[in-house]
């Protein structure tokens, strides 16, 4: 079982340059989320999608892009990167619900550098 | 609006004893669910255990329990019997609804076992 796969595991970009961190799920979740930890901050909600089609906004989304159009898919794009970006990246996965049946399931961690 | 408090930064415990590692929350949900998650030196993230708001007896998963004070709202997980791999950092979460969606995460305590 894949379960949830980031890539890449690290990157390093220069102030301004966009790219995409990927997630891909293949438990058939409605939901995904993205997060970012920073030292003495766990874990902070960037954007989550309840499914195909449908995302929205958490804690800290300024400077970064989301869309789902599989179920399977949930990439996090960063529009011009900023050293405030520099951070651990964690995408996590689960059923929909509202009890314990919905235990998230995360990825490996994305560790991005901007210089 | 969520909010989780974990004010122990880092703690020390005697391999084979029992430690208790201090959460508490802030919610207007009558309905939410409460989590902890082990992210050892590796970097991933495992999930430990879960409280339902609803649930009417502690939860426990095998050497972790959670002890749940509604009225207090504190949900501290109980580790008994300490080994050396219990060395990690324990993320105290929660969210509105119960199951996992847009989880509030704490900043997280780092537990050292000593031999």
């Known amino acids: 079982n894949a379960g949830v796969t980031q890539t890449p595991k690290f990157q390093v970009l220069k102030t301004g340059q966009s790219m995409t961190l990927q997630c891909a799920q293949d438990?058939?979740?409605?939901?995904m989320s993205w997060y970012r930890q920073d030292p003495g901050m766990g874990l902070r909600l960037i954007h989550y999608?309840?499914?195909?089609?449908?995302?929205d906004q958490g804690e800290v989304p300024n400077g970064y892009n989301v869309s789902r159009s599989t179920t399977e898919d949930f990439p996090l794009r960063l529009l011009s990167a900023a050293p405030s970006q520099t951070s651990v990246y964690f995408c996590?996965?689960?059923?929909?619900?509202?009890?314990?049946?919905?235990?998230?399931?995360f990825g490996q961690g994305t560790r991005l550098t901007v210089v | 609006a969520q909010k989780i408090t974990q004010t122990q930064p880092g703690m020390f415990v005697q391999e084979k004893e029992a430690v208790t590692l201090d959460c508490t929350y802030d919610?207007?949900?009558?309905?939410?669910?409460l989590f902890w998650y082990k992210q050892p030196s590796s970097g991933e993230m495992i999930f430990l255990i879960y409280?339902?708001?609803?649930?009417?007896q502690n939860a426990t998963e095998g050497r972790y329990s959670l002890n749940f004070q509604k009225a207090r709202k504190s949900a501290n997980l109980v580790i008994s019997a300490s080994q050396l791999g219990d060395s990690a950092m324990y993320f105290c979460?929660?969210?509105?609804?119960?199951?996992?969606?847009?989880?509030?995460f704490g900043t997280g305590t780092k537990l050292q076992v000593i031999p």
């Open positions: 996590a996965s689960s059923q929909w619900g509202q009890s314990r049946d919905t235990e998230a399931f």
């Open positions: 438990m058939n979740h409605e939901y």
């Open positions: 999608s309840v499914g195909a089609g449908i995302t």
């Open positions: 919610t207007s949900d009558q309905s939410y669910g």
């Open positions: 409280q339902g708001s609803y649930d009417e």
């Open positions: 979460a929660m969210s509105p609804s119960g199951g996992y969606q847009k989880v509030t």
